[in-house]
């Protein structure tokens, strides 16, 4: 025995609401890379700001060492002066500009981090900008299956819209 089922009423075409859905499906994968770029910049952001911590901590070991050693070069000026002391505190005096140097070297490096750290950081900001607004634009698309209205999916356009533009923004920050 068969059996067949048949819809009757209230489900007629509706061409209007197909558009709307592939309208809301196209939203969504511009939601889903404005995502996915999103994450990728936090990400970098975090990295960043890691590798620059790494080189402050770096810089400041480098200026302990250098103060260590003029601390020991004073010390030892103080001292009766032997052949053995000033050649000690001339190797602490060259070691000590040295570490200088060196840090002066890793400071640059720390700072060129810190500026790449604060570009990942307004990039994200601007990805999580748009992605607000195209979760928004979905969300007021979606609104219309539920009303009928047809300013749902107008308002969803214009605010998709303005997600995608402040995403690309992102992209074009240097």
């Not at 004073?74 to 500009?97: F, G, H, Q, V």
Request: include cysteine; proline fraction near 2%.
């Amino acid at each position: 025995m068969e059996h067949e089922m048949h819809h009757e009423g209230g489900h007629e075409a509706d061409p209007a609401g197909q558009r709307i859905g592939i309208l809301a499906a196209i939203i969504g994968i511009f939601l889903a890379v404005v995502t996915i770029q999103s994450h990728r910049s936090h990400t970098q952001a975090v990295i960043v700001r890691t590798e620059a911590n790494d080189q402050w901590s770096f810089y400041q070991a480098k200026k302990i060492k250098g103060h260590t050693l003029e601390v020991g070069r004073d010390l030892l000026s103080n001292l009766p002066p032997t052949e053995k002391s000033a050649a000690l505190i001339e190797r602490y005096k060259s070691e000590a500009e040295r570490y200088s140097e060196d840090a002066k070297e890793i400071q640059k490096e720390a700072q060129t981090k810190e500026k790449e750290c604060a570009l990942a950081e307004k990039q994200a900001l601007r990805f999580d900008l748009g992605e607000g607004f195209l979760e928004l634009g979905l969300v007021l698309c979606s609104l219309y299956f539920i009303s009928k209205k047809k300013l749902f999916p107008v308002l969803g356009v214009i605010s998709a819209a303005s997600g995608v533009a402040v995403s690309v923004t992102g992209f074009l920050l240097h």
